[in-house]
């Protein structure tokens, strides 16, 4: 993709040093949300029935009808893909595989060709929706992707915003639930320990940040973290742990059955 990479020499302008600090998350938080654990437990506890988002059940349906996803072959999910350049690059690095980007922003997605809500060249697919519904129909389908990517996803970095992180997030033992192994990567600590520590507490298995230094950026915000020198973490849940959620939990909060729409 022709990124370059600023690791190996030290800024030297007050410019230089103002870019690279740019893009680093900043927040009053300090640790681990206080409130975390008792979010997570109350929507392990709760059943969660915000209607499914109409425009994505719509690109869903295009999904299953117009694309290669119906031959059922092993895929592989990009979440929040942004303009889709990682979900391509995916694609390249595994063959076999169908690689499915999804996204809510038009725009970003626009950049990779995307005009009608779903975009297929070869094994790469792109699709225009809303996540927690888009997860829920895959799950509710029994659709359960190899392997599930969450790239960079929206800090939301004001501690009033937790429940949007998505590991606080109502939809998040759906997420586990899905299944396939899953793995984050941010340049936010913080985010990574929360969501390390809310999968442990929802699976009852050990879940481990890792810091993480690529040579190459797998998607743009990665390559723009990377160019500034800024520590990437990566955070894993694996095959079998969500497997196992998904057979102990999944039936248990009904989050296959959301029948209404917005
Ligand atoms: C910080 S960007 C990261 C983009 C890309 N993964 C990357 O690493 O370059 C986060 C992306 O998540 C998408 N996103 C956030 N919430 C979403 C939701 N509820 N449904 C679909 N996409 C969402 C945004 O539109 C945005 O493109």
Redesign the pocket.
Known sequence: MGYQNARCRKPETFHELRHLSAGQVSSSQQGVHPRLERTIRRHLDRHWLQPLHRPSIDSYQRLKDESSFADGRSFIL??????G??TQQLAKQYPDHLVIG????QV?LARSGLQQNLWQRDNCILLR????T?WRLLARDGHIPHKHF?????PWPKPGHLKRRWHAHPVFPCLLALGGEIEI?CNWEIYALEFAQAASLATGEPVAVEKYTPQHG?????QKYLDRAQPLYSVTVPRQVTKVFRHTQGEKHSIFSGSKCY
């Open positions: 990009d979440s929040g893909c942004g303009t350049k990682s999804a996204d809510r922003s970003r929706a809303d996540l927690p888009f969450l790239f960079y996803p929206n990567r797998a998607s743009p915000f990665e």
